[in-house]
């Protein structure tokens, strides 16, 4: 099945390359302005989608930290380490072990596989985080220009985001997330080079090959 929507995506990719190809080849490589048309909505409509992906990929680190980090965690392995820490704040250590995000010295207590869950979550959030300001920014520039290509290769980074998030934290483990980490990073290529060529013609440069 992974195999097929690989397969399905990249066909996706290349119809959204050869779109950007025909209209700059119409285009004559002559300069070109942004324009906001109707059509930019579609890129809004996918920038927001793409915040609130990375938000919802955040907030699910607190599933496994709130599963393998609660109070019974504490009062067994962190007993002493709450005594002390009563004594400093008066509260002691709460539900979830904060700040330790997995590999502080609350988090030394835990099991392989409880450590591995929340890991994994902490880190398909914080590959997107890592991304995040890059892609929206190529999102809305090549938008500009060519919307309807921009959008389409940002529902592909989507798509791409929530293989790379399940097939993380399936039995495959890290090489679970190859597909969909293949799919993201084409994206992210795709959408910078049509963010530096838009600006490119903006100047005017190309105006001497066409």
């Given at each position: 099945r992974g195999f097929i929507i690989t397969s399905m995506l990249r066909n996706i990719f290349s119809l959204s390359v050869l779109m950007a190809l025909v209209q700059s080849a119409a285009a004559d490589l002559?300069?070109?302005?942004?324009?906001?048309?109707?059509?930019?909505?579609y890129v809004i409509t996918v920038v927001a989608l793409v915040c609130f992906q990375c938000t919802s990929y955040i907030f699910s680190v607190a599933g496994p930290r709130y599963k393998h980090m609660g109070k019974d965690f504490v009062q067994k392995h962190l007993?002493?380490?709450?005594?002390?820490?009563?004594?400093?704040?008066?509260?002691?250590?709460?539900?979830?072990?904060?700040p330790d995000n997995?590999?502080?010295?609350?988090?030394?207590?835990?099991?392989?596989?409880?450590?591995?869950?929340?890991?994994?979550a902490q880190r398909v959030a914080g590959n997107y985080m890592e991304h995040l300001t890059q892609i929206v920014v190529y999102l809305l520039l090549t938008g500009l220009f060519m919307p309807l290509v921009s959008a389409g290769i940002g529902v592909c980074y989507l798509i791409g985001r929530f293989l790379y998030g399940t097939g993380f934290k399936s039995k495959t483990g890290v090489g679970g997330r190859v597909p969909g980490f293949m799919i993201v990073m084409l994206s992210y290529l795709v959408l910078f080079l049509s963010s530096v060529f838009c600006g490119i013609r903006m100047t005017g440069a190309l105006s001497s090959l066409g």
């Open positions: 002559i300069t070109v302005m942004p324009t906001v048309g109707p059509e930019y909505g007993s002493a380490e709450d005594d002390e820490l009563k004594k400093a704040n008066g509260t002691g250590i709460g539900r979830g072990c904060h997995g590999l502080g010295r609350f988090s030394d207590k835990l099991s392989l596989e409880a450590w591995m869950e929340i890991n994994i």
